[in-house]
Nanobody
């Protein structure tokens, strides 16, 4: 029902910052929540953060609290993920996803209906 496009990834040195964006098009009124996930080499997809589209309620994985900040701009139909104090272990493909049902479990990948193609983040030491 929506199309998602991530941007903002790239190569950054450890200790630096990045802001990832996820642009949403289509029936944005049907979105209940949006989430950020990442998948590193040889690893499973990992939940990072989520936000409800209308009220802006947020969730964070314990591993990223304090370094990652999720936000959204309903006018621009864009969700963001600010990542500070980047570490080499943050190297991964970062995905955004959309969930339509209010009863979904936003902290699991299975709770989402549509996904973007991902943006690569590489952190060098």
């Amino acid at each position: 029902q929506v199309q998602l496009v991530e941007s903002g990834g790239g190569l950054v040195q450890a200790g630096g910052s990045l802001r990832l964006s996820c642009t949403v098009s289509g029936r944005t009124s049907s979105v209940y929540a949006m989430g950020w996930f990442r998948q590193g080499p040889g690893k499973e997809r990992e939940f990072l953060s989520a936000i409800t589209w209308s009220r802006g309620r947020t969730w964070y994985a314990d591993s990223v609290k304090g370094r990652f900040t999720i936000s959204r701009d309903n006018v621009k139909n864009t969700m963001y993920l600010q990542i500070n104090s980047l570490k080499t272990e943050d190297t991964a493909v970062y995905f955004c996803a959309a969930a339509y049902q209010s009863w979904t479990i936003v902290t699991t990948a299975d709770g989402y209906d549509d996904w973007g193609q991902g943006t690569q983040v590489t952190v060098s030491s």
